[in-house]
């Protein structure tokens, strides 16, 4: 596993902007947060693995602010030869994930992109609540989905989520 350090020299290297490197710390700091609390309750999880890979989420925002960031991070990330469960906390960390159905609307290949392990969904909802570098309410998370128009099986599975790794 690479290490914090490694991580965030990845996405200077690649090009990502301050904002968000940042961004990338802050949803690091509260997936740890979310994960421990997890841990906590007698459930088994790799904090290496929710540390480096929510500071690598958003890597592919170096080359696109579109949805299609995931894909161009999993093409980075492949590159580098990154352990296969950061790929897909990479991959699968949009939303609270986006079925085949979902994909194809939105031009992806079709594929889901449903986080499944429990520490991609941990980084899915941590980069839920935050919001740029602030830190909001799951509810706030929600009232923004539906004022951008996001469809409700969307907004629930961001809820499902929530309830499944802990509101924190």
Do not use: W
């Amino acid at each position: 596993m690479i290490s914090p350090s490694d991580a965030l020299g990845f996405l200077e290297e690649a090009g990502c902007a301050a904002n968000v490197i940042r961004h990338c710390q802050v949803v690091s700091k509260k997936a740890v947060e979310i994960a421990v609390a997890y841990r906590e309750s007698g459930r088994d999880i790799d904090l290496d693995v929710v540390e480096v890979g929510a500071l690598l989420h958003d890597i592919g925002r170096c080359r696109t602010h579109g949805i299609r960031h995931a894909l161009e991070g999993v093409s980075i990330a492949e590159d580098l030869e990154l352990d296969p469960r950061l790929i897909r906390i990479i991959r699968n960390h949009i939303g609270a994930g986006i079925t085949r159905q979902e994909a194809l609307l939105l031009g992806l290949p079709e594929s889901d992109y449903l986080p499944v392990s429990i520490e991609e969904k941990i980084v899915a909802h941590a980069d839920n609540l935050v919001m740029g570098e602030d830190i909001v309410t799951i509810s706030s998370c929600i009232q923004r989905m539906r004022d951008r128009g996001m469809s409700e099986v969307s907004i629930t599975r961001v809820q499902t989520l929530a309830d499944e790794v802990g509101t924190y």
